[in-house]
């Protein structure tokens, strides 16, 4: 938190302080189907992520457990764990189909823990490291979240790190950080107006415009191990703007891709393979993506290309 400029003081937490007393006037009690709880000592896995024992050493009474098919909730609140445990397996579905891949073998499950204090939160982010655009932590394969119950649609947050979740299964070596932050605000976004389209709110995926003069070049974009912080957003917007120009330029080739890079391969070379002579060199690219991340699209997502 302390090297990021006010602004991206995650929105939720700062929501969590103003709404806290409205916490305790509507908290409702567990309906009929909220997640099952389950005993610490009857999980059918144990994180090996040191994070997570952290975590749940703060206030260690507070804590309940439970499980769906790919994850194991770390909790405090029935109400406030079940419809996100809903979400959750939504969103790896999602993703899943997104990356048109075979689940990795295994049955490990993603293990997620949602604080609901700002105190407790804030004790743990010393810990942790903060990923500053979402106010979520993912590492190692876990979650941490801090989860207000007073404002239950914030935004793609929990999308993006779900994302994260299911990249990391699939890719344990690990991924260019443009591409992993790219393709998760990509997905993500996407997921949260299906998601809310289901239940009849209104929404529309919305990708940011980049002016030209803010855009960072794609050798230096590309080459990042974190978010510049003098620049979170553009990388957040420009990271995900190139995610979608490559899929939508062809969906095949940008699997291709991915798995390239996956496996460590150089930028250059993957793109020559995966997309053949469409963009030969990343100039050739940052030449044709240039004109695409600086286009406003409107409400509505559009296809890169035209045809
Ligand atoms: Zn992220």
């Not at 007393?21 to 997640?35: D, I, K």
């Not at 070049?217 to 510049?228: C, F, K, N, Q």
Request: with cysteine; proline share 7%.
């Amino acid at each position: 938190m302390m090297r990021l400029p006010s602004k991206f003081v995650p929105a939720s937490l700062l929501l969590t302080i103003a709404l806290a007393p409205l916490a305790f006037a509507q908290a409702p009690s567990p309906g009929l189907n909220a997640l099952p709880e389950v005993e610490f000592s009857r999980l059918s896995q144990r994180d090996p992520n040191p994070l997570g024992e952290k975590a749940l050493a703060i206030h260690p009474e507070q804590w309940k457990h439970g499980e769906t098919e790919h994850f194991i909730y770390h909790f405090v609140d029935s109400f406030v764990v079940t419809p996100l445990s809903v979400e959750a397996e939504f969103h790896y579905r999602v993703v899943a189909k997104e990356l048109q891949r075979e689940p990795p073998a295994g049955d490990t499950k993603s293990h997620i823990y949602i604080f609901q204090q700002p105190a407790d939160w804030r004790q743990f982010q010393t810990i942790g490291k903060l990923e500053p655009w979402t106010g979520g932590i993912h590492s190692q394969g876990s979650l941490f979240i801090l989860r207000d119950p007073a404002y239950k649609f914030s935004g793609n947050v929990l999308g993006h790190e779900i994302a994260h979740l299911v990249m990391h299964r699939y890719y344990p070596d690990g991924i260019p950080c443009w591409l992993d932050e790219g393709f998760a605000q990509y997905v993500s976004k996407g997921a949260r107006a299906s998601y809310q389209r289901a239940r009849n709110y209104i929404s529309k995926a919305h990708s940011q415009a980049i002016a030209a003069e803010n855009l960072i070049p794609l050798t230096a974009l590309t080459a990042m191990t974190s978010p510049p912080s003098d620049r979170v957003e553009t990388f957040y917007d420009e990271s995900e703007r190139l995610v979608r120009f490559l899929a939508s330029t062809d969906k095949e080739s940008f699997l291709t891709f991915l798995d390239a890079v996956a496996r460590h391969q150089p930028i250059d070379s993957a793109l020559v393979q995966s997309y053949n002579e469409k963009f030969p060199t990343l100039t050739a690219l940052e030449e044709q993506f240039r004109q695409y991340a600086t286009t406003e699209f409107g409400t509505s997502l559009q296809q890169a290309g035209g045809g």
